[in-house]
Structure formats: structure tokens, C-alpha cells
């Protein structure tokens, strides 16, 4: 019955203002209270059904009182209920009147009181707003929202059918497969046919994108599949998922495959400098009136990238961002970022779940996901920012401040290191945050404009942290960190961090709510590292894609005469611009130098410049924008020459595409691990307290991975030629080399 209602009933304005909503336990003890004050022959959770032609509805009405004829439908609310937005309010009646002739219709009313019962979980009082139908009228309604739904139905089952039909005839958009995809197609079907998961790691080049979305989209119809889900790290990432759905689609003209693009709401955004409200925005007026016929024409097209978005929802007049989130309901294949399935607040999670979508899950690139998802169940609380933040809160919230204020002074007097861990979270400050938290929460419920920048951001960590801190254990730690003058206000100041070490205790659930996963990379190696980082099924298989290329495309060199360790770097300088210079001038073309910081990538850069002038160069440098990293790669050409300065683990050291003379050759220099700090050494010894493997879990496996990324830049395809050279004496231990592609020979 909501699902009919939302799709049918939604009218008036978006309005995105923060209003903070009742916690699921507050929205349940709010529907006791309000039941527990009516009569003894008050009725509870009503279980109602009807049919209109070839709909059928359920659901269950809140309370039904006899003695009145009254059915009452409960909303629980924080704040002032005359700031609700009316398209909830909408919505709330018209669930509230199809239950009303669900139960005129079971027991035979000619007429009914039906209410919005209101309870404020804040105030414990509750307000009705009541108006008495008759049985026609809400049959009428009924009716004429089950025709609504109707005429929407009979679409998308006619779109179900033919994407079915298609997809059982579907044919590869090439003659032949490449080297190893055929397997790698196979074992991606198999795989989804079976609800299992995968990893997958198959040599770059090998077509890994189009050899697993084809296979799963002709799985869809036998596992009878709502939706596919593409997720990938990077931006590069998301145009490959797109340009192999297009490629399949345009050489099966009967599929109509209905695919979204999802991006962040920054990056859609045409006000950036407007609220999202009717009264701010003009995208956001009227959006609920318009966005029926936006949302059809957004469905015809089929590939419903950011541009056709942007398109479609300047032509309605909505909003581009908001209007992509509707249509997840209604495509087939969705292409995002890791975080939309995978992030605590996930929409395409929270709606697989509520909707009970069948769904299967291609993670791209997936050697990226352990950091990414440690980061999103990591949260920090920052003193200095807190303290800013105080100074311009409302007087309502200061006691709670201050009080939390005076334990967060007294953990930092009481840390004699500027850098500890704990072995909990303290249990003072965790319930004063939590009470901050709930006060903060009721003085935004009762001044939603209220816009103020520390506020929010402080708010918005506080929550975070809260929640991660409910679920706190050994697979995250807890540190703080003295700093000195953070803001002028404090002469010291400190951070509290909650840093997810092992993201698996919390992915579990998230690969458990899928029909199947496929996770591919060119490097995940080992698997049991992988396995045990993300919390994959037990048993999950690994399937090392042999590769299509063979040793004598590819000269690994080792550059075992040179120190890369940190004390011993600046003597690395000079030989590493000496062995660039000797293979730019033996074979000129264009090359990649991989280095492990921007420190160090100025360094050798300036040497080098000083050395050699007439070799051109060209550098990454830190914060580069999406064009500006769109136009250094378009700089390698196959007329170009040079060499180019980037940062290993970078957005230059994987998921770029440079065939041919586009880049023949490349300098790694580093093993590539993380730096040793005292955050690193203490995950490293939760590494080893967990699973046995601190110092390979925490350096030396994410290390090499990065390597293995940006070596896979040189080669390509079946024809490319190039060179690389792996710059460290390390490179020369049987344990090191057998973390490196098996099909490399080393020189």
C-alpha cells in the first residue's frame, strides 16, 4: 500500500531542509503511546485487503476505533508540525483514506472518520486532524489511484517482458571473444545462476567489464533479477560500465535496457548556492507535480547517463539530482560508486531491503574497496571545530556542550602522549555526545531553516561517530591525537578517531542482501587477504583469469642497485633520473614515472629538470580536477614524447587507458607501502592480533597492489610493446616477486 502511494500520491514541492525524523525505537514507543491512551475496544495493527481489476493491496492500518468509526493512521514528528512539507502531508492522507475503504469495504461501512493522528516524541502530545467520508467517496480515490497505478503497471510489466525476452537472445556484441574473457563471461554466469559470490582477478586489458556485465544481464531473466548493480571507485570506472552497456545494447536493437547513472549531488546541482526548497529553488517547486511526466521521458531513451538526465530534467524543470534518485526504482542496471550500496546511510542497500529487490553486484576495480570502505565506517570528532561551533550555538544547547566540552578537556589533560589508543570508547563522553547528539536533534526539529555551517558539520560527525561507536570492537580502534593551536581558540587541541581496521563485519550484510557479487580487479592477490578484509561468504571461490598477454610483450627490469627506503631516499635521486634519461634516449616515447609522495615525486622532478631540459615532462600535481586529470591523460598521444611525474596509488595509477604508443614504458619506484606512522603500526598490530598477518595485511599486500595497478598501464592489447622498470632492491625477494604477475619474466 506505500509503495502504491508513493507512486501515485506524492504532489507539491521537493524539500530536502534537514528535519530530523524519529529513530525507528522513538517511532515505535510513539505509536504505544498514542494506542495506549485510547479505549479498551481500541483496535491495533488492522490487517486490510482489496482488489481493484488486477491490483491487489495490502497493508495494515495503525488503529481502528468502533465505538467512533474512526480509523486513525500515526505519524510520529520532531518540531513544529506546521513546518511538515505538504507533499508528506499528501501522502499521509492518502494512505490514511485507501485504509479507510479497505475497512469500509471488510466491514461494510457507509461511512467513515478517517485521521492523521500526529505524535510529537519530543512534547508526548498529539494532534488529530479528522474528516468524515463516505464509503463512496473513498472507494472513488481508491479507485482512481489504482488506475493510476495501473496504467504505470501495465508499462513496466510490457518493459519486464520484452527486457526478459531480449535478454534470453542476447548475443556478444563482438565476433569472438578475447583470450580468457570467454572463461571469465562463464564463470560470472555460473556464478549468478548458482546466488554465490566471486572474486575475479584477470589481467588488465583482458575486457573484464564487458566479459561480466554480459553474462549477468543474461542471467536476469532465468534468476528472474529486479536489477543489476555496477559499482566502481572511480569516475573512468563508471564511463567503461556505461560504454559496455551501450556497446551491448547497440547490437541487440530489441533490448530496451533501462540504465542510470549516479552521481553526487554536487555534481548535478544547477543552484549550488540555493536551498533545496520550493521557496529557494525553482527545481525544487512543483517537483512531485512534474516529475510524473519527467520520469517517462527520462525511461524512453534507455541510457539514462548525467547528460540525458540533465537534459530530461531541464526540460521538466525538475531536479536533475533528485530525479536520478527516482528512477533507481525503475531501471534495470544502475552505475555508481561504491558508497550507493555500500556506505552506512546506502540508497541502493536501504532500497534492495525495503523493496526486496532481487538485485546482483559487479564491483569494478574492486582491489580499491578496503580503503574505500574503511573509510566509510570511519568517523573523527576535531576539538578546535567543536569549539567554533560552540561559541555560535544557541543558548538552548550550551549546558549539553558545555558539559561534553569539560570531559573532552579532561581526556586530553589526562593523555600524557600527543597519540594513544584506547581499548573503548569512554563511556562519559560517548552518553555525553549521545545526549548533544538528542539536543541538537530537537533544535533543528524546531528551526529547520536553520542553516549554520559548524552547527551542521558538527552535527553530522557527532552522528556518524555516534553510530559507529554503538557498534564498536575489535575490528576498529579508537585513538586521539593531541595537536597544537587548532583554531586560535586552543593552544592544544585534540581528535577523537573511530578508524575501521577489518570493513568486513559490516559488508557482510551487504553481500548477503544480493542474489549474487562479483568482485574483479587485475590484482587481488591473495584472495584470502581480500576474502577476510571485505567479509565475502564463506568458501568464495577465486578465479585467476589466465592472461592473454605473453613475457615477451612486456621487459620487466629490476633496478636492484637502488635504495627506495625512506632513510635512505635522497640518495635514490640522481640513479633514478640516470636510468630514466638512459631508456628515454635508448627508445624516446611516451613513459611514466611512479613515485610514492608528491615530496618525493619534486624531488626527482627538479633534478631531472636541472639534468636534462630538453626531455619534455609533465606532472600530477595534488587536487586535480576532473578536467584537469581529463587533460593530462589526453596529453599522451601517439605523436607525443615525454615523460610524466605521477603518484603511485594515484589517479594516474590505474583505470586509465593508454594503448600503444600512448605509453610504452614505465618507472616504479617504491615497493609502494603505506608510510609507517603510529596509526599504521597500531592497525598493523590489529592486523596481527585478528589474523596472524600484520605486517602483510596492513603494507606489504596493499603495497604491491599498487604496483601491479600501475605496471598494468604499459600493456594494453595483444600488440602493445613497452618496458618496465621495478626501482628497489627489494624487488629481488622470492616473497615480493611472488606477489607479481605470473606471466612477467624479470630481467
Known amino acids: 500500500m506505500r509503495g502504491l502511494c508513493d507512486l501515485t500520491a506524492k504532489t507539491g514541492d521537493l524539500d530536502q531542509r534537514f528535519t530530523p525524523s524519529p529513530t525507528a525505537l522513538e517511532g515505535m514507543m510513539g505509536h504505544l503511546a498514542v494506542t495506549s491512551r485510547r479505549d479498551a475496544h481500541y483496535q491495533t495493527e488492522v490487517s486490510l485487503t482489496g482488489e481493484y481489476e488486477n491490483i491487489f493491496v495490502r497493508g495494515r492500518a495503525d488503529g481502528y476505533d468502533p465505538a467512533l468509526k474512526q480509523l486513525e493512521e500515526i505519524k510520529t514528528y520532531k518540531g513544529q508540525l506546521e513546518r511538515m512539507s505538504d507533499n508528506h502531508r499528501a501522502l499521509h492522507w492518502a494512505q490514511a483514506k485507501i485504509y479507510g475503504w479497505l475497512l469500509c469495504q471488510e466491514r461494510e461501512l457507509e461511512e467513515l472518520n478517517v485521521a492523521l493522528v500526529y505524535y510529537n516524541v519530543t512534547s508526548k502530545s498529539e494532534t488529530i486532524l479528522s474528516e468524515s467520508f463516505s464509503a463512496t467517496t473513498l472507494e472513488n480515490y481508491f479507485k482512481d489511484q489504482c488506475i493510476r497505478l495501473r496504467q504505470w503497471a501495465e508499462q513496466e510489466i510490457a518493459h519486464r517482458q520484452s527486457r526478459d525476452l531480449a535478454l534470453h537472445a542476447l548475443n556478444f556484441p563482438h565476433t569472438n571473444f578475447k583470450p580468457g574473457q570467454r572463461r571469465l563471461a562463464e564463470s560470472v554466469y555460473k556464478t549468478a545462476m548458482l546466488g554465490r559470490s566471486l572474486m575475479i582477478q584477470a589481467t588488465t586489458g583482458i575486457g573484464k567489464t564487458l566479459g561480466t556485465i554480459f553474462p549477468l544481464l543474461k542471467a536476469v531473466p532465468e534468476k528472474k533479477l529486479d536489477k543489476v548493480f555496477f559499482l566502481t571507485a572511480k569516475t573512468s570506472g563508471r564511463k567503461l560500465g556505461l560504454d559496455a552497456i551501450q556497446v551491448i545494447t547497440e547490437t541487440n536493437p530489441s533490448l530496451q535496457l533501462r540504465t542510470i547513472e549516479l552521481i553526487a549531488r554536487e555534481k548535478a546541482c544547477e543552484y549550488p548556492d540555493r536551498a533545496c526548497h520550493g521557496d529557494s529553488c525553482p527545481l525544487a517547486k512543483g517537483f512531485y507535480d512534474r516529475l510524473p511526466q519527467a520520469r517517462l521521458d527520462a525511461l524512453q531513451p534507455g541510457m539514462m547517463d548525467k547528460d540525458r538526465v540533465k537534459v530530461t530534467a531541464a526540460k521538466h524543470q525538475v531536479c536533475p539530482y533528485y530525479l536520478s534518485q527516482d528512477l533507481i526504482s525503475w531501471s534495470d542496471v544502475v552505475v555508481g560508486d561504491y558508497n550507493y550500496y ?91 555526545l549521545q545526549k548533544v547528539v538528542t539536543k541538537i536533534t530537537d533544535y533543528l526539529a524546531e528551526h529547520p531553516t536553520h542553516t549554520e555551517a559548524h552547527l551542521l558539520n558538527f552535527y553530522f560527525n557527532a552522528l556518524q561517530f555516534s553510530a559507529l561507536a554503538e557498534a564498536y570492537g575489535p575490528h576498529s580502534l579508537l585513538d586521539i591525537t593531541k595537536l597544537e593551536n587548532g583554531n586560535g581558540l586552543l593552544q592544544q587541541h585534540c581528535t577523537l578517531n573511530i578508524r575501521n581496521v577489518v570493513p568486513a563485519i559490516f559488508l557482510k550484510k551487504r553481500f548477503s542482501a544480493a542474489n549474487s557479487s562479483t568482485l574483479f580487479s587485475a590484482t587481488l592477490s591473495p584472495s584470502t587477504f581480500y576474502s577476510d578484509m571485505l567479509g565475502l561468504p564463506e568458501r568464495t571461490p577465486f578465479l585467476e583469469v589466465e ?56 624531488k626527482v622532478k627538479t633534478l631531472f629538470q636541472r639534468t636534462y631540459p630538453d626531455i619534455p615532462i609533465r606532472e600530477q600535481i595534488p587536487s586535480m580536477n576532473e578536467h584537469e586529470r581529463e587533460t593530462f591523460i589526453n596529453s599522451f598521444t601517439h605523436a607525443s614524447k615525454g615523460i610524466a611525474f605521477a603518484v603511485l596509488g594515484g589517479s594516474f ?33 590489529r592486523m596481527e592480533a585478528i589474523f596472524g598477518l600484520g605486517y602483510e595485511y596492513t603494507y606489504l599486500y596493499p603495497g604491491l597492489q599498487k604496483v601491479v595497478q600501475a605496471a598494468g598501464r604499459v600493456i594494453r592489447t595483444a600488440t602493445d610493446r613497452g618496458t618496465i622498470y621495478l626501482i628497489d632492491d627489494r624487488y629481488c625477494q622470492p616473497e615480493i616477486q611472488a606477489l607479481l604477475p605470473s606471466w612477467w619474466t624479470l630481467d
Open 342 to 432: 555500500f556506505d552506512l546511510y546506502a540508497v541502493l542497500y536501504a532500497g534492495t531491503v525495503i523493496n526486496e529487490w532481487q538485485v546482483s553486484i559487479l564491483v569494478d576495480e574492486a582491489h580499491n574497496m578496503v580503503e574505500r570502505t574503511r573509510k566509510m565506517y570511519s568517523a573523527e570528532l576535531n576539538q578546535a571545530e567543536f569549539m567554533l561551533m560552540r561559541l555560535s550555538a544557541h543558548k538552548s544547547l550550551r549546558p549539553a556542550l558545555d558539559k561534553l566540552s569539560a570531559c573532552w578537556e579532561s581526556l586530553c589533560r589526562g593523555q600524557a602522549a600527543d597519540y594513544e589508543v584506547y581499548n573503548a570508547i569512554p563511556e562519559e563522553f560517548e552518553l555525553l
Open 547 to 602: 592472461s592473454p598477454f605473453s613475457a615477451d610483450q612486456l621487459q620487466v627490469r629490476v633496478a636492484s642497485h637502488i635504495n627506495t627506503r625512506f632513510r635512505k631516499r635522497a640518495t635514490s635521486y640522481a640513479p633514478i633520473v640516470e636510468l630514466m634519461a638512459y631508456q628515454y634516449l635508448a627508445q624516446p616515447g611516451n613513459y611514466m614515472l611512479f613515485l610514492s609522495s608528491f615530496e618525493y615525486l619534486q
Open 653 to 685: 595509477g590505474e583505470a586509465i587507458d593508454l594503448p600503444g604508443d600512448r605509453l610504452i614504458g614505465a618507472f616504479i619506484a617504491t615497493l609502494g607501502l603505506p608510510q609507517i606512522n603510529e596509526v599504521n603500526e597500531q592497525m598493523r598490530s
